[in-house]
Every structure is written in C-alpha cells, then in structure tokens.
C-alpha cells in the first residue's frame, strides 16, 4: 500500500497533465482557479487508495479520482453561488472573483467534463461507473434542495437533517470509495460494504464540519466561521439545541435566526453560547463518534486482509481528528 502523500503527488500530477488550455478562457479559467485552491482532496484519495485496497493498481482509478474531484468543485462553485459566499478555501469564490454568470457557465462545464472522465475505461467497466455516478449527482442536487427548502421551514427533524447531509455530502464519499472498488473487479459484496463504510464516515465528517462552522479556528478552516449562523442553517447544532432548550431559550434562538444584521458579531456569538448551554454541542460530538464508529464496524464485513482494514480505520481516525 502506498502512502496518502502518495496518493496526492499523483493525483496533483495527474491533475495538472489534464488541464484543459482552449477557447473561450474565461470558461476554463475559472476551472484551473477552483481546482488549484487544493482542499482536503480527499474524495480523489479514497477512490486511489480503495482500487489498491481491493489489489488494483491504483494508477488506474486516476480518471475515475479526477472525476470524483471535478464533480465535488462543481457542486461547490454552484454552492458559493446559492449562499452568495465570499470565500472558498479562504479564497475569493468563482463568482465572486469572475461574475455569477461565469461561475454558472463553469459549473455546468465542470459537471460535463466529470462524465468525460468516464470514458477512459473499457465498456463494462464505464458503465457501471457512469451508473453509480448518475445515481449520486442526483442525489447531490436532491440533497441541495433539501437544504435550500429547510430554510423555509421552522420544522425540520433530526432523521431529515440526517437524510439531506447523507444525499448533499455522504453520498460522494461512498460513491467515491465504490468506484475504486468497481474499477479493481471486486466482487459485489465488498463493492457495497466499502459504500456504506464511505457514507457512514460521510455523515460522520459532514456533521464534524457543521460542528467546525461554529466552532472552528478561522485562520485555518478556510471558510467563513459562523457562515451557517448567518445563513441561518438549520444543522444538527440548531435541531438539537431546539431539543434541549427551554421555551426561552427555543424563543431567543428562533428570534436570532430570523434576522440578519450587519454585523453579525453578535449573532454568532449568542447562538455558539446556547450551542453549549443547552449540550448541543456535546451532542453533535457524540454524534460525529457514533457515525464514525458505524464506518468501522462495516469494515469488518470486507473481505480483505486485516492490514488493509486497518489502513482503512487510520485513515478514518486521521480524518474524524481535524480540530481546524
């Protein structure tokens, strides 16, 4: 097995030979720019290190990890634009930095160059790729509505947070780790456990970053600290501090996410208070280790040597300890 900075040298090598230099730039530009502000890239990593997982050379699921990649920076673009956000990976967003327009234009473009990726492989092995990557765009974009319509709504539960986290963000993770599965010839057995292992740490992650939003270190998240406050997304954080709050509580919380002031200082403050008053944010913790914990009881269900599911769980553990 090689090792994660393996892993990203040559995706990043790989990256950079497929750059795309045709007309019209201001097309492409906003591509390269997205693809070039790094991230976690770890979408692309687990495709890599699941091929070899299941005996493949990894080198051969690049495509299949660079579609992965181009598809997430896709989803992102078009996010930055819904929720009109300055900063990505502490950099000036696409439409932000070009026009909304132009980050529309590329989204579109970036989507349609993640199916091109495809194309690399032999017919039976495309696609069952293609299929799996059908299936999950469309319950990413399910799973941005469902976001969208829960700003609208005082009523949303626990199970239906869960569900829109699992389509928005889990979904890919696990998709991403099948497709190093298909691509390796594993039978359909591992195929699927892998999958459910990816979309369990999925959860797992995407509530760790909801927990970051409020609490992380703003000079290394990368993003807008408290954004989620402002935006007045209702997470697992504001479901749970609803749940535990007294009827005052539950009120000034409300309040404050029905108003957007200028400066939102205080806000953020406020609701980060009642966060931790009401034990919302030791749940959301308790959580995040629930869902982690489901991933690595799913690897005991693969059948492959207990080397390479450890490997699996440091990965894991290395993941779910980021404290930014």
């Known amino acids: ?21 045709r007309e019209p730039k201001s097309l492409y530009e906003p591509i390269h720019y997205i693809l070039s502000l790094g991230g976690k890239r770890i979408r692309p990593i687990l495709t890599l290190m699941t091929a070899e997982i299941f005996d493949c050379d990894y080198k051969e699921a690049l ?20 929720d009109d956000a300055p900063l990505r990976r502490g950099k000036e967003t696409v439409h932000e930095k070009w026009s909304l327009n132009t980050g529309i234009l590329s989204g579109d473009a970036m989507l349609i160059l993640a199916y091109q990726y495809f194309e690399k492989y032999e017919p039976i092995i495309f696609q069952s790729l293609a299929k799996l990557f059908s299936k999950t765009a469309l319950e990413v974009c399910e799973g941005q509505q469902l976001d969208v319509d829960f700003e609208n709504r005082d009523d949303v539960t626990i199970p239906e947070y869960l569900k829109m986290i699992e389509y928005k963000t889990a979904v890919l993770v696990a998709a991403a780790m099948k497709m190093g599965a298909i691509i390796a010839g594993t039978n359909e057995e591992n195929c699927n456990a892998i999958y459910d292992f990816g979309l369990n740490l999925g959860i797992a992650f995407q509530l760790q970053d909801d927990y970051l939003d409020a609490f992380g270190d703003p000079e290394t998240f990368g993003k807008q600290v408290g954004g989620d406050i402002i935006e007045n997304k209702k997470t697992y954080l504001f479901l749970k501090a609803l749940e535990f709050s007294s009827k005052q509580d539950a009120e000034q919380l409300l309040n404050l996410f029905s108003i957007q002031p200028i400066d939102n200082t205080e806000k953020i403050n406020s609701i980060k208070q009642i966060f931790n008053e009401t034990g919302a944010a030791k749940a959301t913790q308790e ?20 080397e390479k599911k450890e490997i699996l769980r440091l990965f894991g553990e290395n993941l779910m300890s980021r404290r930014v």
Do not use: R
């Open 287 to 306: 959580a995040i280790k629930e869902f982690t914990m489901k991933a690595f009881a799913t690897l005991e269900t693969l059948n492959i040597a207990d």
């Open 1 to 21: 097995m090689h090792s994660i900075s393996d892993y990203q040298e040559n995706f990043l090598n790989y990256l950079e030979s497929q750059k795309i230099s």
């Open 63 to 82: 495509p299949a990890a660079l579609a992965v990649e181009v598809f997430h920076n896709f989803s992102l673009v078009h996010d930055d634009i819904m």
